[in-house]
């Protein structure tokens, strides 16, 4: 099992980046798919999750309206669009194999949010 992330960066105030996740070695249109963020000292919170078709998906309320998480099943990709970025959004983002239990992670992809 292999979940691999990509697309973070350097970006400033404002601006967007798109994360990538590739998933290998799982059934992947079997999970549910999620992404979560990390700054060291703190704890890893929940961004935002996508169920199995799609057909479903949830934010942490500190993205709505700015970031948008969506799934390719035939690619077996998930994406996470970020828009409007702030500096609290600098963190490291991985994404997770599930829904309420995440059974895979990713080892991560650093964004920095900075002028």
């Known amino acids: 099992v292999l979940l691999v992330e990509s697309g973070g960066g350097l970006v400033q105030p404002g601006g967007s980046l798109r994360l990538s996740c590739a998933a290998h070695?799982?059934?992947?249109?079997?999970?549910?798919m999620s992404w979560h963020r990390q700054v060291p000292g703190k704890e890893r919170e929940l961004v935002a999750r996508?169920?199995?078709?799609?057909?479903?998906?949830d934010y942490a309320d500190f993205v709505l309206g700015r970031f948008s998480i969506s799934r390719d099943n035939r690619e077996n990709m998930v994406y996470l669009q970020m828009n409007n970025l702030k500096s609290e959004d600098t963190a490291v983002y991985s994404c997770?194999?599930?829904?309420?239990?995440?059974?895979?992670w990713g080892q991560g992809t650093q964004v920095i949010v900075s002028s």
């Open positions: 996508i169920s199995r078709s799609g057909s479903e998906i």
């Open positions: 997770a194999a599930g829904w309420g239990r995440f059974d895979y």
């Open positions: 070695g799982f059934a992947f249109s079997g999970y549910g």
